[in-house]
């Protein structure tokens, strides 16, 4: 699978965006919905971070640190994950990833997806 995020931009602190992950075909719809899938994001010199993720089940788990700001989504006839991102603070600015795996159970161990998309960036001002 490869994803494409988009949506990125730069915003004032308190602010909203919503960032998308989009599967490169849409014939892969019928795949798509069997993926279990997350956002991470990433600063320089710092390990990627998980920010939320979404099973197959369409349940969800966040960070403590965007848990009631940001939600996930995902719309398996378009094949595209959502990352909406509410009350943006200064120190959510980093390089938005979108990711994907097999398997149906929700995670934010970056180490356990193995398709990845190439980022967008979030800048948050104060």
């Known amino acids: 699978v490869k994803l494409v995020e988009s949506g990125g931009g730069s915003v004032q602190s308190g602010g909203s965006l919503r960032i998308s992950c989009t599967a490169s075909?849409?014939?892969?719809?019928?795949?798509?919905?069997?993926?279990?899938m997350g956002w991470f994001r990433q600063t320089p010199g710092k390990e990627r971070e998980g920010v939320a993720a979404?099973?197959?089940?369409?349940?969800?788990v966040y960070a403590d640190s965007v848990k009631g700001r940001f939600v996930i989504s995902r719309d398996v006839a378009k094949a595209t994950l959502y990352l909406q991102m509410n009350g943006l603070k200064p120190e959510d600015t980093a390089t938005y990833y979108c990711?994907?795996?097999?398997?149906?159970?929700?995670?934010?161990?970056?180490?356990?997806?193995?398709?990845w998309g190439q980022g967008t960036q979030v800048t948050v001002s104060s």
């Open positions: 990711a994907a795996r097999g398997e149906p159970l929700k995670t934010l161990e970056a180490r356990l997806y193995k398709n």
């Open positions: 075909s849409p014939t892969i719809g019928y795949t798509y919905s069997r993926y279990s």
């Open positions: 979404i099973g197959r089940d369409g349940s969800t």
